[in-house]
């Protein structure tokens, strides 16, 4: 072997005593790796010296593995005079690799990595599900059901910290409790366009930082080069979303918050874009986005937005799903991405997203923003609604109509996070404990494998899993709901049970008649509520 490589297993390192933070183990020589399926590999290669413009050096590694498939792996710079070809083996077995570069020192390095079946919880990467085109899978089968939150400047809260990622950790352990598994994130942000409160302390605002993935800074940025350390400490925080299993639904530019960017499909811009590609594909918990308010603020047009997703599609070799953060992209150009991505604020929620779903057949449906922005403790961006209930009606809304939530948060969405939220005072913390409901709600009865907008009752919305049992979402102004069960179920008999989305808790069994028009009276409160119905899998009518 030509040069000495590091070897990085991520999948690991939640096991390791106290969250240690991320190392590598180098192995000298022509030997055998170990790792796992599914786990990121870091394999480092050293030059002597590396050429005026190291980033632009082509450099991939070809992968076999006993079966004859392959898999090959673009490389990428990694500072000083370092590269690495990140990988993620895809299968357990042996894998053996062969480099290949213009440059000597990186072209014809050879070595093995031999991967065992993958540790326990670790379930590969997203995928859309084969089997229901509306709903995802992890790629060993599991059902991935998206509950996301967005959290743009996740990247600047350890940023400056060279050592770890302790505020990051915090916070993003926080989300994982919470029932949340995906975050949506920019690459990098700089600030918000718009007014900030006037009460806003500085600690609390991560607007205008210091550190910058080119060249020199914001104001004075230097376009022909990357920042390297910058990217380093944004692997911390994909690598920490991994491991908490929380896909990281990643933005690669954004162009409303004030971001120094290079000229669109510049030589310049073109490194950047290709370089995020390169570094983040492996990541089994990445998610593809190509910019946050794509087409709204005449960066660009739909055809600079079509070359990169083309662009992306060529070069990220393990095919994570992409998105664009913008419906009306999405709505023209459905076939260029893996699914719908829609910023819909409308009312009357559940209709508008059902629409939605009829327009776009074998697609899944995430409702990126709903106008739902849950108060805080500041004023960052109030959108229609802030009270955190209507919020989470929205959110259920959503799920109701076999579409998926984002939940946005005042208090962490944009510049102004709050990272400690269990140190903030009662009245001003963020009900994230509903979307923990939900969350259990949802895995308790497996709702991914549901049908949706089927009428089966008399008002509110109805999922069903064709086999007895009936989920409603009955709204706040209901005090009733009559059922449909099916008329060949009249005479038989069924249970129906309360489910409390604020609080998590379910009522007692209610054991009923089926008549020709059963209802149920819904708890006293003012909130909606779900009922669950499961009809007697032995009764029939007439007996």
Not at 114 to 125: H, I, K, L, N, T
Not at 386 to 403: D, I
């Amino acid at each position: 072997m030509k040069s000495r490589f590091a070897i990085f297993a991520i999948g690991l390192i939640a096991m390791l005593a106290a969250h240690a933070e991320i190392s590598a183990k180098e192995i000298q020589g022509n030997q055998n790796v170990s790792a796992r399926q599914w786990d990121v590999l870091d394999l480092t290669f050293e030059v002597n010296e590396v050429p005026p413009q190291p980033v632009d050096v082509e450099f991939w590694a070809t992968f076999t593995d006993a079966t004859g498939q392959q898999l090959e792996v673009p490389g990428f710079y990694n500072g000083s005079t370092e590269y690495v070809i990140r990988f993620t083996p895809p299968t357990a077995g042996e894998w053996s690799y062969v480099t290949h570069s213009k440059l000597s020192q990186l072209d014809g390095n050879t070595g093995a990595v031999s991967a065992a079946a993958a540790s326990e919880g670790r379930r590969g990467g997203l995928w859309l599900d084969p089997d229901n085109d509306r709903n995802f899978v992890y790629e060993d089968g599991t059902n991935y059901y998206p509950i996301a939150i967005e959290a743009d400047w996740l990247f600047a809260l350890d940023a400056e910290n060279p050592d770890g990622i302790p505020v990051t950790r915090m916070f993003v352990d926080t989300l994982a409790e919470n029932g949340f598994n995906q975050v949506v994130m920019n690459v990098f942000a700089y600030d918000v366009n718009w007014k900030k409160d006037e009460r806003l302390e500085a600690k609390y605002d991560y607007g205008s930082p210091r550190v910058f993935p080119f060249g020199g800074d914001n104001g004075q940025p230097d376009h022909s080069k990357l920042n390297i350390e910058y990217f380093k400490r944004l692997d911390r925080v994909i690598d920490y979303l991994d491991q908490k299993g929380l896909a990281a639904h990643l933005m690669i530019y954004v162009w409303n918050k004030e971001v120094n960017w290079p000229e669109a499909d510049s030589e310049n811009d073109n490194r950047y874009f290709d370089y995020v590609v390169r570094r983040y594909q492996a990541y089994p918990n990445l998610v593809w986005d190509i910019s946050k308010e794509a087409l709204g603020y005449g960066h660009n047009d739909v055809n600079y937005i079509t070359s990169r997703i083309d662009r992306l599609r060529k070069l990220d070799r393990y095919q994570r799903l992409v998105t664009v953060h913008d419906y009306g992209y999405c709505m023209r150009f459905p076939k260029k991405v893996d699914f719908i991505s829609v910023q819909l604020w409308l009312s009357e929620l559940y209709s508008v997203m059902r629409k939605v779903v009829s327009q776009f057949p074998g697609k899944p449906i995430l409702n990126i923003e709903h106008g739902g922005y849950e108060k805080g403790p500041y004023v960052v961006f109030t959108g229609n609604y802030t009270s955190p209930e209507v919020c989470l009606e929205r959110a259920y809304q959503c799920v109701f109509a076999g579409t998926y939530p984002t939940h946005y948060w005042q208090g962490a969405a944009w510049n102004v996070v709050f990272t400690d939220i269990d140190a903030m005072a009662p009245e001003d913390r963020p009900r994230l404990d509903y979307y923990k409901h939900m969350r259990a709600f949802v895995d308790k009865y497996d709702l991914a494998s549901f049908k949706a907008g089927d009428k089966k009752s008399n008002s509110g919305f109805c999922l069903h899993n064709d086999d007895g049992l009936f989920i409603y979402y009955v709204p706040k102004e209901n005090v009733s709901i009559g059922v449909s069960v099916g008329k060949d179920k009249v005479g038989g008999m069924m249970t129906g049970r309360w489910f409390d989305p604020m609080s998590g808790t379910y009522s007692e069994p209610i054991r009923q008649k089926i008549t020709q028009w059963p209802s149920f009276a819904k708890p006293q409160g003012e909130q909606f509520a779900i009922l669950i119905v499961q009809v007697d899998a032995t009764e029939e009518a007439g007996r």
